[in-house]
């Protein structure tokens, strides 16, 4: 393999494999400040049960994730020299920002939230987890306009040649709100919150199968499809507003999701098939005709710029974007209607019951975990051959002096180590749930012979 490959392969694996962890600490986090915030307004113990339950999770999660966040600003020094050194003003200000406003953020407050309960307030923990919930997002915001930046540059100039050019900041703020910063976030927040709720989800119907812990894992049940239903419509909106960006921003993605070749004509959208590239063709989909086109400009019969207006060597793989693309639409309507249909029961009274759904319930929390991944695959495929779209080519970004067998090297190593930290993470948490709540946890002002049982 070129070094090339074996570096984007190297990168693809350890950001995937990052990518597990920050989409749950966020999305539990909000559901720390829901628990939390309902122990403070009923003082019912059992919410005070949920939320140190759910904050050991937490804890879990945020440490994997920073353990395995760090490898990749290593990678960018070691294997992407030339592109640390093109865009290094721009991701310097980024995640200095995210290290100012997230990172302390979330770790100064996170001693508080872990090891606070008994030695400070009730509201003094409370703005804890708050802060530690406002960090976990703060975060995602600076590393997704960080990202963001590469699909759709603004406010810079590039200064130097060759080499030795280099994009330097011209207006912070445009460079911030880049054309598609807002859309990616929301859409990646939606996602985080979804990953998190479905992990309650997914808790919570285990113990409802085994008849553990029924009053806890109702109450965390009704918490997490409440979050859920609300995530996945949102996930809905913020995507589709996405596709339209990503239409206007970057024609050739849009293009390569939908497998639209002609160079301007009213395009379809495909529910499935299979991308033939040589014959330009999906084989065995099934499409609506126009809907593309309608969902874009609101007109079926507006033309949409396809693949076949650009250059054969600057089209992204179509095959392998439009898969995972549809894969991600796919599992983002099964999360939808899941979520629906959870409430639709717990409104008929019969969630706790409903065996076949609490089934499907401990299942999803694959779900999130797989629209994400697939989500993340389109964006970055879709934009090669561009590693800053438009500007640097990924294949010119690489460093010069790394060779094959060092990335490969390094590329088993990461390997072996992130499976024993998978390994580890699946042993703990597995530790956790099986342990569940403190059942008769002592709580302030309240003797624990009267505690009810989670």
């Known amino acids: ?47 005070h ?86 960090g976990a997002h703060f975060s995602a915001v600076w590393i997704v306009v960080a990202n963001s930046w590469q699909q759709t540059p603004a406010g810079y100039h590039i200064i130097g040649e060759g080499l030795n050019a280099r994009a330097e900041i011209t ?25 998190g709720a479905f992990l309650a989800i997914s808790v919570s119907a285990f113990y409802l199968l085994n008849k553990r812990h029924v009053r806890f894992a109702r109450a965390s049940l009704k918490t997490g499809l409440l979050v859920a239903g609300f995530a996945s419509v949102m996930q809905l909106v913020t995507g589709h507003s996405s596709a339209v960006g990503v239409s206007r921003n970057q024609p050739a993605k849009l293009a390569a999701m939908e497998a639209h070749y002609a160079e301007s004509a009213p395009a379809d959208l495909y529910l ?11 084989n065995c989909g099934v499409r609506l005709p126009g ?30 974007v439009f898969q995972t693309y549809h894969l991600m639409v796919a599992v983002g309507m099964s999360l939808i209607g899941l979520s629906f249909l959870g409430l639709f029961l717990w409104w008929r009274g019969t969630l706790f019951t409903c065996r076949p759904v609490l089934w499907v319930m401990v299942f999803s929390v694959l779900g999130p975990q797989i629209a994400n991944q697939a989500g993340w695959f389109t964006a970055e495929v879709g934009r090669q051959p561009w590693i800053v779209y438009n500007l640097l080519k990924t294949s010119d970004a690489l460093s010069k002096v790394v060779t094959a067998n060092e990335v490969l090297a390094s590329l088993i ?33 309240e003797p624990l012979a009267h505690l009810p049982r989670a």
């Not at 984007?8 to 400040?33: M, N």
């Not at 001693?111 to 530690?132: Q, R, Y």
């Not at 874009?296 to 089209?315: C, M, T, W, Y």
């Open 171 to 195: 207006n912070f703020w445009a460079m911030v709100f880049n054309p598609s910063s807002m859309d990616r976030l929301s859409h990646v927040v939606m996602g985080a919150w979804q990953a």
């Open 49 to 134: 049960r949920m939320a140190k339950f759910w904050t050991r999770v937490f804890a879990l999660t945020f440490a994997i994730g920073v353990a395995t966040g760090i490898v990749m600003e290593f990678e960018f020094g070691t294997n992407w020299a030339t592109y640390s050194r093109y865009v290094g003003d721009i991701f310097g200000s980024a995640l200095a920002a995210e290290g100012i406003f997230a990172f302390f953020l979330e770790s100064g407050f996170l001693a508080i939230l872990l090891f606070g309960w008994d030695k400070v307030g009730p509201k003094l923990h409370f703005f804890s987890t708050l802060m530690v919930c406002l």
């Open 291 to 320: 809907m593309l086109s309608y969902l874009v400009h609101g007109d079926s019969k507006a033309p949409i710029q396809g693949l076949n207006a650009f250059k054969a060597n600057e089209r992204p793989p179509v095959n392998f």
């Open 272 to 282: 499935f098939g299979w991308v033939n590239n040589k014959g330009e063709t999906v």
């Open 1 to 47: 393999m070129s070094v090339e490959l074996l570096a984007r392969i190297q990168f693809a694996f350890t950001v995937a494999f990052h990518y597990i962890y920050p989409p749950l600490s966020i999305g539990l986090g909000v559901l720390l400040v829901l628990i939390e915030g309902a122990w403070l307004k009923t003082r019912n113990p059992l919410y």
């Open 413 to 445: 190593m990461f390997t072996l180590i992130y499976i024993l930290l998978f390994a580890v993470f699946i042993f703990l948490l597995d530790n956790k749930i099986r342990s569940g709540p403190d059942a008769h946890e002592e709580l302030p002002g």
